[in-house]
């Protein structure tokens, strides 16, 4: 059974920084692209960031949402089988709940996680 747990989330005020975690198990994290996700209130969920797998060590190659570029960093740590976003200079419009998404490369299918709430106040 697959399993994404998001962590990390809570409360921090406009300029701080939070780091999120996602553990995953049941998928092979080393041949899994991994995302993370978020969706406001009232708003669809949209694509934070994405990092790839080379399939053996935890280097991959990056993508992220323009409105995140230079404050978030995504990463991966293949022994951990976990996922980062390292998030910093946090505004009121980052407030959102943050979902982690596994994609594995042998299969088509594509996994979420539960979700962690993201509240920037100002």
């Known amino acids: 059974q697959v399993q994404l747990v998001e962590s990390g989330g809570g409360l921090v005020q406009a300029g701080g920084s939070l780091r999120l975690s996602c553990a995953a198990s049941?998928?092979?994290?080393?041949?899994?692209?991994m995302g993370w996700y978020r969706q406001a209130p009232g708003k669809q969920r949209e694509l934070v960031a994405t990092?790839?797998?080379?399939?053996?060590?935890?280097?991959?190659?990056?993508t992220y949402a323009d409105s995140v570029k230079g404050r978030f960093t995504i990463s991966r740590d293949n022994a951990k089988n976990t996922v980062y976003l390292q998030m910093k200079d946090l505004t009121p419009e980052d407030t959102a709940v943050y979902y982690c998404?596994?994609?594995?490369?042998?299969?088509?299918?594509?996994?979420w996680g539960q979700g962690t709430q993201v509240t920037v106040s100002s």
């Open positions: 998404k596994a994609s594995p490369n042998y299969s088509g299918s594509y996994y």
């Open positions: 049941g998928i092979i994290f080393s041949m899994s692209g």
């Open positions: 990092i790839t797998t080379d399939g053996m060590t935890s280097s991959g190659s990056t």
